[in-house]
């Protein structure tokens, strides 16, 4: 008795899992960072409110880049490229059942006849 496989998964969708779920919890370490920037000592010796000062003076902007809205932005971006990545493999895969179904039904339709022919020719 052969067992059949629940789930098709393809190497390059554990990639793509992998890549934008490095990505989203790249996100997540940022918007905690940011948390404890505001959070932890004074502003004015907090290393982690400096490297904000400092990475908005990189960019060119007055003020602040605040890790917590960064990592906000980061996460649901690579949220959204990991639903795309499950509406593809998805429909991939359903695509590729359907096939096989159609196969099959065209060898049982094809076979049947065969049989039936064989049957009869012997009568």
Request: aromatic share 12%; hydrophobic share 50%; charged share 25%.
């Given at each position: 008795m052969e067992k059949k496989q629940k789930h098709?998964?393809?190497?390059?969708?554990?990639?793509?899992?992998?890549?934008?779920?490095?990505?989203?919890?790249?996100?997540?370490?940022?918007?905690?960072?940011?948390?404890?920037?505001?959070?932890?000592?004074?502003l004015s010796t907090n290393p982690l409110y400096q490297a904000q000062k400092d990475l908005a003076t990189f960019f060119g902007v007055d003020g602040i880049v605040d890790f917590r809205l960064v990592g906000t932005i980061i996460m649901l971006v690579a949220m959204v490229f990991l639903l795309i990545v499950i509406y593809v493999y998805s429909t991939k895969v359903n695509e590729k059942i359907a096939a096989e179904r159609r196969a099959e039904e065209r060898r049982r339709i094809l076979f049947g006849e065969l049989s039936e022919e064989k049957t009869s020719e012997k009568k």
């Amino acid at each position: 008795m052969e067992k059949k496989q629940k789930h098709i998964i393809y190497k390059s969708e554990i990639v793509w899992y992998s890549i934008f779920g490095a990505i989203w919890l790249l996100g997540l370490i940022l918007g905690i960072l940011g948390i404890c920037a505001f959070n932890i000592g004074k502003l004015s010796t907090n290393p982690l409110y400096q490297a904000q000062k400092d990475l908005a003076t990189f960019f060119g902007v007055d003020g602040i880049v605040d890790f917590r809205l960064v990592g906000t932005i980061i996460m649901l971006v690579a949220m959204v490229f990991l639903l795309i990545v499950i509406y593809v493999y998805s429909t991939k895969v359903n695509e590729k059942i359907a096939a096989e179904r159609r196969a099959e039904e065209r060898r049982r339709i094809l076979f049947g006849e065969l049989s039936e022919e064989k049957t009869s020719e012997k009568k």
